[in-house]
């Protein structure tokens, strides 16, 4: 039974609230983040999305979502702001129309949410990214959109992989800075986790936000468990040809996600890399057909199976939200175990860094100690890699916000950076220091 074989136990087998209907997702789990503008509601504001959810509330909209009538509800608010934004820049109220295009992406990027997998959705992502990059190209630092190269990727995966990118205007080719990668997660895009670059700018680290496979843009194939692999070669490549960045200084932080690819990456590119960081990914029982069986109805906003079976390349040739797609993702999940493919039993040169909430509903806890044992633990059998773990108690996905302070130290203690990781959590509530 999955309450006996995981350490949340019961709480397994209990249907969340806010899968009941759209109107209890906002009022008990997204209501307090989007007035906070934290995610999923960066760069945004809540007097942006009371309209909205309550055009929802009334069309009394609930799972399974019809997500081309879901993604519609937005798109009213969101091209008010985009036009509100033109207006604003066009007079040369340049501060106003940063703001306005970023809350414009927001109200796109929840549209879009928590995958673009309806026709609606997609044109959501596709606006909300030049909506997102009109705004970042206003900040006091701009964001830039770069296209790196996929010179490692196979013919049928895309030639190139979008990234954010942001350099300290300190850097030179005489004095190059530390980069930072943030590997993206299963809904949250580069047009969102840019909120944390402006404040390694100011401690003069480099950022590169990218997308993991089968999200975003990222072109690698998402049901082939090796193409990560290519995608992070040839992204890594391309960094070495960055004269103003110092390739010996390189940290990768996932996220949820792509913390599972973090880990991933520390152990095959580990030569190439200071350190990892998984921030609540999973690594092998993620992947556990009876833990799937029950994820749809707990701690995620929607329907967490169907969106990584959708991730991970299932489902996409016929509707997503049917079963079939599912089905199979269950039958080939296993393929994905870091465990069982032997990535955890490498050596690697890199330093990692494993964190998560004890109680996380959305990839489980024991696939933390999984990768400490493989990993590290070399009296137990493991590796013997410098790997550490740290466990939040009572918290949720990726223990938040305590987790944030423990990982942004270890980054200022391995950079040596002055250690003002409050500075990090300011620019957050600033929204990225526009």
Same mark, same amino acid.
């Given at each position: 039974?999955?309450?006996?074989?995981?350490?949340?136990?019961?709480?397994?087998?209990?249907?969340?609230?806010?899968?009941?209907?759209?109107?209890?997702?906002?009022?008990?789990?997204? +209501?307090?983040?989007?007035?906070?503008?934290?995610?999923?509601?960066?760069?945004?504001?809540?007097?942006?999305?009371?309209?909205?959810?309550?055009?929802?509330?009334?069309?009394?909209? +609930?799972?399974?979502?019809?997500?081309?009538?879901?993604?519609?509800?937005?798109?009213?608010?969101?091209?008010?702001?985009?036009?509100?934004?033109?207006? *604003?820049?066009?007079?040369?109220?340049?501060?106003?129309?940063?703001?306005?295009?970023?809350?414009?992406?927001?109200?796109?990027?929840?549209?879009?949410?928590?995958?673009?997998?309806?026709?609606?959705?997609?044109?959501?992502?596709?606006?909300?990214?030049?909506?997102?990059? $009109?705004?970042?190209?206003?900040?006091?630092?701009?964001?830039?959109?770069?296209?790196?190269?996929?010179?490692?990727?196979?013919?049928?995966?895309?030639?190139?992989?979008?990234?954010?990118?942001?350099?300290?205007?300190?850097?030179?080719?005489?004095?190059?800075?530390?980069?930072?990668?943030?590997?993206?997660?299963?809904?949250?895009?580069?047009?969102?986790? *840019?909120?944390?670059?402006?404040?390694?700018?100011?401690?003069?680290?480099?950022?590169?936000?990218?997308?993991?496979?089968?999200?975003?843009?990222?072109?690698?194939?998402?049901?082939?468990?090796?193409?990560?692999?290519?995608?992070?070669?040839?992204?890594?490549?391309?960094? $070495?040809?960055?004269?103003?960045?110092?390739?010996?200084?390189?940290?990768?932080?996932?996220?949820?996600?792509?913390?599972?690819?973090?880990?991933?990456?520390?152990?095959?590119?580990?030569?190439?890399?200071?350190?990892?960081?998984?921030?609540?990914?999973?690594?092998?029982?993620?992947?556990?057909?009876?833990?799937?069986?029950?994820?749809?109805?707990?701690?995620?906003?929607?329907?967490?199976?169907?969106?990584?079976?959708?991730?991970?390349?299932?489902?996409?040739?016929?509707?997503?939200?049917?079963?079939?797609?599912?089905?199979?993702?269950?039958?080939?999940?296993?393929?994905?175990?870091?465990?069982?493919?032997?990535?955890?039993? +490498?050596?690697?040169?890199? $330093?990692?860094?494993?964190?998560?909430?004890?109680?996380?509903?959305?990839?489980?806890?024991?696939?933390?100690?999984? *990768?400490?044992?493989?990993?590290?633990?070399?009296?137990?059998?493991?590796?013997?890699?410098?790997?550490?773990?740290?466990?939040?108690?009572?918290?949720?996905?990726?223990?938040?916000?305590?987790?944030?302070?423990?990982?942004?130290?270890?980054?200022?203690?391995?950079?040596?950076?002055?250690?003002?990781?409050?500075?990090?959590?300011?620019?957050?509530?600033?929204?990225?220091?526009?």
């Amino acid at each position: 039974m999955a309450d006996q074989k995981y350490y949340t136990k019961d709480a397994i087998l209990k249907t969340a609230a806010h899968h009941e209907s759209f109107q209890q997702l906002w009022e008990t789990k997204w +209501k307090e983040p989007c007035a906070m503008g934290v995610y999923p509601f960066m760069f945004g504001d809540i007097a942006d999305f009371k309209p909205i959810v309550e055009s929802i509330v009334k069309k009394n909209l +609930k799972e399974p979502y019809n997500w081309d009538e879901y993604s519609e509800c937005f798109f009213p608010q969101a091209e008010l702001l985009a036009q509100a934004a033109q207006r *604003a820049e066009d007079a040369g109220n340049i501060e106003d129309a940063c703001r306005l295009f970023l809350r414009s992406s927001a109200v796109y990027r929840i549209a879009r949410f928590p995958a673009p997998r309806s026709a609606k959705q997609r044109e959501a992502w596709t606006k909300g990214k030049e909506v997102f990059y $009109k705004g970042a190209g206003l900040m006091t630092y701009p964001i830039t959109e770069q296209h790196v190269p996929h010179t490692y990727g196979l013919p049928h995966e895309g030639k190139t992989i979008p990234v954010n990118l942001l350099v300290p205007p300190s850097a030179s080719t005489s004095s190059p800075v530390p980069l930072l990668v943030i590997f993206t997660g299963l809904d949250g895009y580069r047009t969102e986790l *840019a909120v944390w670059q402006r404040g390694f700018l100011d401690k003069g680290v480099a950022t590169v936000v990218v997308e993991i496979p089968g999200t975003g843009d990222s072109p690698a194939d998402p049901s082939d468990p090796t193409s990560p692999d290519r995608q992070w070669s040839s992204l890594l490549e391309w960094v $070495k040809t960055q004269s103003n960045i110092d390739a010996s200084k390189i940290i990768i932080w996932g996220f949820s996600t792509g913390g599972y690819y973090a880990l991933r990456a520390g152990h095959t590119h580990g030569d190439q890399l200071l350190g990892a960081i998984s921030l609540g990914g999973g690594a092998h029982h993620m992947f556990d057909p009876e833990w799937l069986d029950e994820v749809n109805k707990l701690e995620y906003p929607f329907d967490l199976a169907n969106t990584l079976a959708y991730k991970f390349g299932y489902g996409r040739d016929f509707d997503p939200n049917s079963p079939a797609g599912l089905g199979e993702f269950k039958k080939h999940a296993a393929k994905f175990s870091l465990l069982k493919d032997g990535t955890l039993s +490498k050596k690697t040169k890199a $330093k990692l860094l494993v964190v998560n909430g004890d109680m996380d509903e959305i990839f489980p806890i024991e696939d933390l100690w999984v *990768a400490l044992d493989t990993s590290g633990n070399k009296a137990r059998g493991g590796a013997g890699n410098d790997i550490r773990g740290r466990v939040i108690k009572e918290k949720k996905h990726m223990g938040e916000p305590e987790s944030f302070f423990m990982i942004l130290e270890w980054i200022h203690g391995l950079l040596g950076l002055d250690g003002d990781i409050m500075h990090h959590i300011k620019m957050l509530r600033a929204k990225g220091a526009l």
